[in-house]
């Protein structure tokens, strides 16, 4: 229970790290809206067993600071991981930051999951915001 | 256990916000509610073109500018324009659209308009017979099942005093959740009677059977402060859950939250 919390917590903080360091590539103030769209399932991964798992990859979303896409795998109706399969980059120090917070994202993906939450209600989520929001990675779960 | 059930997920941002639904059901993923989905983004577009402050071109921009009347607006601005009454009336004042500014009061539906769109909205999602649907609008929920065997929908609250966390999970079959605070974005909170920034909680979470009022209220009961929950009370079929801003949590007797595990809070 705590666990989750603070899994929480150390994910969310180092999403924010990733999309919020604003790299040489990622433009002036004017903003990208980020335009998701559900997609089919990309590939099936699983094997002829009682619950298949399916690999969802999510569309591509354009932020400010660079394509942003997720793959979801789904097993039994739940997410067993996820990953990033395309994140900003420009230089090494993007590099870096992304090393750290892809396999964070992929935790965070799954706690949420295992806590069986649907959405989120919070104080207004901006569109800056969202893609490191909570409510993103249950959109990503469901395209 | 329905894990089996279709489910499928739509994104799409509109107004400034990330506007979410989830619909769970046979047909989840096929036309019927693919072509819903795209009435209620359709329908959220419509309202900003009308309501948006950003745009110069909107009804509202326009009533500002002082180049459109309010009698010659559209119907969706006449809707708007007797809620906000109502919502004044209701609240005591807490909750206004008429905001002091420098130049005089400046008319700005947002807080509002967000609610009432995504409720108005759902009557799409609401039509699909044997489905369920999620709309989040921005963290403003709206949820129905129109399957009569449905688990309930499991709504996380996000916890203002940690970001991304949460405080707890909100069972429903139907009915909205609003929370209203300054965690996304800062101080952008106002009371409508002094044009002051209210301090005193960090958020409120409201729920109940419309998200019209649930946010209204959430919003009043921010600037209402201390006493928010007591003055919740009074609203009837509404159910609240308020922190603090020196980290106390209070909500209303009869609202049930459940922790993350599923175990009902004391």
Redesign the interface.
Known sequence: ?RR??TA??T???AI?LLFSYHTSTGGSGTTT??????VTPAAATGVATTSAAATYTGGVAQTQWGPVQVAVTVA???ITAADAVQVPTGNSRDDEINAVAVPILNQEVVAAQS?????????????D??LA????A?????? | MSAELPRAGFVEQIMGLPVSVHVRGEGARGPDVAAAVERVFADLREVDALFSTYKPDSEVSRINAGTLAPADAGPLLHEVFALSVIARERTGGLFDVNLPGAGGRTYDPSGLVKGWAADRAARHLVALSDHDFCLNAGGDVVMGCGRADAEPWRAGIEDPREGGTLLGVLERRDGAVATSGTAARGAHLVDPRDGSHPHALLSVTVVGPSLTWADVLATAAFVRGEDAVEWLRGQVGYEALVVHADGRVSRTPSLLVHELAGVPAS
Request: hydrophobic share 45%; net charge positive.
């Open positions: 229970m989750i919390v929480f917590a994910t969310v903080t924010v809206a980020a335009v998701v769209r559900p039994g109706g739940r806590a069986r939450i649907d959405t989120v209600s919070g104080a207004t989520v901006t569109s915001g969202y929001s909570l409510q993103s249950l959109d990503q779960a469901h395209l």
